[in-house]
């Protein structure tokens, strides 16, 4: 079954705001001026080309890279500068491109790490937490492997892997930096129904980094666009997913189009060799 986009009408208080953010690399702006807001049970797919910025907004939302200008507050008005490590890590969570496996632990022991910020000093005071990371290897189907070495994973396993993690650690906002790297089809339009369902029934807010632009218009109810560091749109995918937003953004005609079957949004950027016939593959 495809993935339905929903789009809530109801005004929220965000849980986690960008005001004005700018971050940098020594003396490289790479993201500059920007404000978004994840808003609980709402989906926001930050897009763009390679090097505008998106990665590097997600660890500053995460407060894994400082930003060097602006402010990032939480639902109660709290500086994300001004909480512990491990209180933050109890709001939000983030799913980053690249983590590394460490040799002889298995899934079950990297899913459970997710519940490290809610044990108390010595290990204990998480009652829950048992529960808690079985359900989250269910979801992202790597019950099975739950005795496997994570270093013995291929690189869809281990990234659906590092996700159970940050499901288990049950934060009201997750980050996910590009989270279909490495998945086959299947797993890929099944993450998205995670994420889908994680909104929708759980009332988290999600930012999601994706260059798939297809998978932006059927998972997000927001798209923020990112180019050279700013934003450049943002609002409903079908209001920033148009030809005359992304074919500057992206240096390349981008043909925008309503699949007739199912009614999403989709987009076919024009190469040289764009007349050829083409098999159209539905996520």
Known sequence: MPYLCYVDTNPRTPELTADGVCAAYGSTVVVDDVSVALVPGRVTALI???GSGKSTLLRTLAHLHKASAGQITLCEGESVTDLKAKELATRLT???QSRSAPGGVTVREVVAYGRHPHRSRWGGGDPDGHAIVERAME????AELAERGVDTLSGGQAQRVWLASCLAQDTPVLLLDEPTTYLDLRYQVELLDIVRDLADEHGI???????????AAAVADEVVLLVEGRVTAVGTPQEVLTTELLSPAYGVTVDVHVDPHD???RTRARARHHARPTIAVAL
Do not use: K
């Open 94 to 96: 983030l799913l980053s």
């Open 139 to 142: 979801l992202t189907g790597v």
């Open 48 to 50: 763009g080309p390679n």
């Open 205 to 215: 807010a999600v930012g999601i980094v994706l260059h798939d632009l297809d998978q």
């Open 263 to 265: 009614g999403h949004l």
